[in-house]
């Protein structure tokens, strides 16, 4: 595989493994991806075990500094953030693979 990949490269990859057309896996791979970001949208998490968890966090309204002066004067509203926690299983580095 590729350094970096995209929904196209997936999907190509989704579509040999499950007997779908290109464009059949393109649209489940888009659906899934859908379904994550409207969870997060509505404050819920995704838990793909061996992966990790897709969730928001909320940040607390308040003063933040201004890098060109150094002071707290930017005021900045709450608001959620999308966050990502990879598993434990997927920072591992399989020793077969690197030949270590």
Do not use: C, W
């Amino acid at each position: 595989m590729a350094e970096r990949i995209g929904m196209n490269e997936i999907a190509r990859e989704v579509s040999k493994h499950q007997m779908l057309t290109v464009n059949e896996a393109n649209a489940v791979v888009r659906e899934v991806f859908e379904m994550i970001r409207q969870t997060m949208i509505d404050g819920g998490s995704v838990n793909l075990p061996s992966f990790g968890i897709f969730m928001t966090v909320t940040k607390p309204a308040g003063f933040v500094m201004n890098p060109k002066t150094g002071t707290k004067s930017v005021y900045k509203e709450a608001g959620r953030l999308p966050k990502m926690r990879f598993s434990y299983n997927i920072l591992r580095v399989d020793e077969k693979k690197t030949g270590t």
